[in-house]
């Protein structure tokens, strides 16, 4: 699949469709997002705004498949949203101050939107789920999945922060080795 781009020298003809994807593996992604199962679809409409500037309304729509929080059990949910971003050639004045503005190169024929996508996309998509709404977890003794039924454990008290003894230790420790 080609790179989600817009030419903008037709915009000021007409309004372009911009119908695309931006796939898992693209370089517009960082560390630390939540990915796309596969690849956010995106479609939307592109205007020329004015001599530099340009308005884009679409929408973006994927699917993200990560552990549940509590089990590990692989789990999915559907993420859609409607977006509107103005682009704006670099170097016009007040670019910079707007968040809801994004900066492209002046003059450029093209750009590449799989960044401004995979901004929108990082706020929507969720970064936690849980299987089930009640989800009981794994066992913290013997790790079993406590969904499928009581492994018998006897609970552990939850604890609440790490005791200051073992930090010394610790220390001990990482100086001998
Ligand atoms: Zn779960
Ligand atoms: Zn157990």
């Given at each position: 699949?080609?790179?989600?781009?817009i030419d903008f020298r037709s915009l000021h003809e007409q309004a372009a469709?911009?119908?695309?994807?931006?796939?898992?593996?693209?370089?517009?992604?960082?560390?630390?997002?939540?990915?796309?199962?596969?690849?956010?679809?995106?479609?939307?409409?592109?205007?020329?705004?004015?001599?530099?500037?340009?308005?884009?309304?679409?929408?973006?729509?994927?699917?993200?498949?990560?552990?549940?929080?509590?089990?590990?059990?692989?789990?999915?949910?559907?993420?859609?949203?409607?977006?509107?971003?103005?682009?704006?050639?670099?170097?016009?004045?007040?670019?910079?101050?707007?968040?809801?503005?994004?900066?492209?190169?002046?003059?450029?024929?093209?750009?590449?939107?799989?960044?401004?996508?995979?901004?929108?996309?990082?706020?929507?998509?969720?970064?936690?789920?849980?299987?089930?709404?009640?989800?009981?977890?794994?066992?913290?003794?013997?790790?079993?999945?406590?969904?499928?039924?009581?492994?018998?454990?006897?609970?552990?008290?939850?604890?609440?922060?790490?005791?200051?003894?073992?930090?010394?230790?610790?220390?001990?420790?990482?100086q001998s080795s």
């Amino acid at each position: 699949m080609a790179m989600l781009s817009i030419d903008f020298r037709s915009l000021h003809e007409q309004a372009a469709i911009v119908e695309g994807e931006v796939s898992a593996d693209d370089p517009a992604w960082r560390e630390g997002d939540t990915l796309p199962e596969g690849a956010v679809h995106v479609s939307g409409r592109v205007s020329a705004a004015g001599e530099d500037r340009y308005y884009w309304h679409g929408t973006l729509t994927g699917m993200v498949t990560i552990p549940c929080r509590r089990c590990l059990t692989p789990t999915s949910e559907a993420v859609e949203s409607e977006f509107h971003f103005i682009l704006v050639e670099d170097g016009t004045e007040g670019a910079d101050d707007d968040p809801d503005v994004f900066v492209i190169p002046a003059g450029a024929h093209e750009a590449d939107l799989a960044p401004i996508v995979r901004e929108q996309w990082v706020l929507d998509a969720p970064q936690f789920l849980l299987c089930r709404e009640d989800c009981k977890g794994l066992c913290p003794t013997c790790g079993a999945d406590l969904n499928a039924g009581d492994c018998g454990c006897i609970p552990v008290p939850k604890v609440t922060g790490a005791d200051p003894r073992w930090d010394a230790l610790r220390k001990l420790g990482g100086q001998s080795s």
